[in-house]
């Protein structure tokens, strides 16, 4: 065994640990905060890698954005995806990968979290977030978290957050009009945001 695989074997077996710790002390009705979110993303890569699976590239909206990019400290029950990436082109959702599917699915499994845990609930459908189209340049205010080779997560930022909690807000009101007062938009920001940026 190469010195390089050996040190791989090593890290998943400290990762595998510190997943089985956070499992004990876990249930899947439990919201992910910023701890659990990381690691959740580290299984998923971790999963991608040993399954064989392609990279991947996955953009983030709702509250596992405000909490990663450090926008409002709250816990979430999910983690939405708004679009998958390639070399900067984003394309739909839906359906996910089946890669992807399977690795959140063993990461469920690893961290005791929900089914549906990682989902494309913000853009499934015509109805969907991305299928009516996404803010201006949305795509070059993304902010990237890279989990090994295996994943990249995209997360919104606080612009393109407003567009869709002001959405939401509208829609369906409660914690998303508190995650907009948390979001705090500027008056100055207001006519660039209706302007499309």
Same mark, same amino acid.
């Given at each position: 065994m190469s010195p390089g695989r050996r040190h791989l074997t090593l890290r998943m077996q400290l990762f595998i640990v510190a997943i089985?710790?956070?499992?004990?002390?876990?249930?899947?009705?439990?919201?992910?905060?910023h701890r659990i979110l990381e690691m959740a993303f580290e299984s998923v890569a971790v999963r991608l890698r040993e399954n064989g699976a392609d990279p991947i590239e996955i953009v983030v909206c709702g509250g596992t954005a405000? @909490?990663?990019?450090?926008?409002?400290?709250?816990?979430?029950?999910?983690v939405d995806i708004l679009a998958l990436a390639k070399s900067?082109?984003?394309?739909?959702?839906?359906?996910?990968p089946d890669d992807l599917r399977e690795a959140a699915a063993e990461a469920a499994e690893d961290m005791d979290l929900p089914a549906n845990w990682l989902n494309n609930g913000p853009?499934?459908?015509?109805?969907?977030?991305f299928q009516m189209g996404l803010p201006a340049r949305l795509a070059e205010r993304l902010h990237s978290q890279?989990?090994?080779?295996?994943?990249?997560?995209?997360? @919104?930022?606080?612009?393109?957050?407003i567009h869709f909690k002001l959405y939401a807000a509208v829609d369906r009101g409660g914690y998303h009009i508190e995650d907009l007062r948390a979001l705090d938009?500027?008056?100055?920001?207001?006519?660039?945001l209706r302007d499309g940026l």
């Open positions: 089985m710790t956070t499992r004990n002390g876990m249930n899947a009705g439990r919201p992910m905060d405000l @909490i990663l990019t450090g926008m409002v400290p709250r816990t979430t029950k999910d900067g082109v984003l394309r739909s959702p839906d359906p996910l853009s499934r459908g015509e109805g969907g977030l890279q989990y090994g080779v295996h994943l990249t997560v995209h997360f @919104i930022d606080r612009v393109d957050q938009p500027p008056p100055a920001k207001s006519k660039r």
